[in-house]
């Protein structure tokens, strides 16, 4: 396995990625040298990556890899939502990957948070054209309780209808949500996970597993 940060902006990671992107471009150098603001150093550094794309897969593949981990940049606007960030993904992605969408636990709490991020998960799946599986980090924040009404609001649409309603939210527009999250089908169930206490990591290793090889639906 190996792990690739691909965000030229980040100050600091948990983890010391195989390869990273900082080493060639910098946001902050961007920002620095150009006299540039936050957004626009980026968007800069999205536009030199493209031109880096060969030169990063010869270094993937220096590691010959079983799996690769790719950290992307969390502004999806900048990232997701970008030619570029479509241009890179194509060029490092293989035929056998699949995208995991990060739905932070606490815009997961009320209905309509989670309705936000859903509908964002579908934009970025929209425009991978890959498989995505929806990931409720930081689980460690929510209690047990709170964690499965979440998940009841994905799984039983009826829950989710009366919950939208309760905080006021038009009806015609809740049932044409509801619709949408419906089609989004199962993987729109977001996999509560902690890094803090390692809780449902076994879990998502066993539907990327899955996922990926094609083995039997895990439990």
């Known amino acids: ?34 006299k540039l603001g936050p957004n626009a150093s980026m968007l800069a550094a999205m536009d030199l990556m493209v031109t880096k794309v060969e ?33 890179v ?42 498989n995505q599986y929806n990931v409720l980090n ?9 964690i499965d009404e979440i998940i009841s609001w994905v799984e039983e649409p009826q829950q ?3 919950s939208l309603q309760a905080e006021g939210l038009e009806a015609e527009l809740n049932l044409r949500i509801i619709q949408i999250i419906e089609a989004m089908g199962s993987t729109s169930t977001p996999i509560p996970v902690s890094s803090l206490n390692r809780s449902g990591l076994d879990r998502l290793h066993a539907v990327l597993e899955q996922a990926l090889t094609g083995g039997e639906k895990p439990q």
């Open 138 to 146: 930081k689980s460690d924040l929510l209690s047990p309780d709170l």
């Open 1 to 34: 396995m190996a792990t690739l940060n691909l965000d030229p902006a980040a100050e600091y990671l948990p983890y010391t990625p195989d390869i990273d992107i900082r080493d060639q471009i910098s946001a902050r150098q961007l920002m620095r040298k150009y």
């Open 89 to 130: 993904v194509n060029k490092l992605a293989g035929e056998r990957s699949l995208v995991l969408f990060t739905i932070d636990s606490n815009q997961a709490r009320s209905p309509s948070g989670l309705v936000s991020n859903l509908l964002l998960s579908l934009s970025t799946q929209y425009r991978f054209q890959r």
């Open 55 to 87: 030169e990063i897969r010869e270094q993937v593949n220096a590691f010959e890899p079983e799996y690769l981990i790719i950290d992307t940049p969390g502004q999806m606007e900048l990232f997701a939502f970008r030619g570029s960030g479509s241009m």
């Open 160 to 162: 989710l209808e009366i």
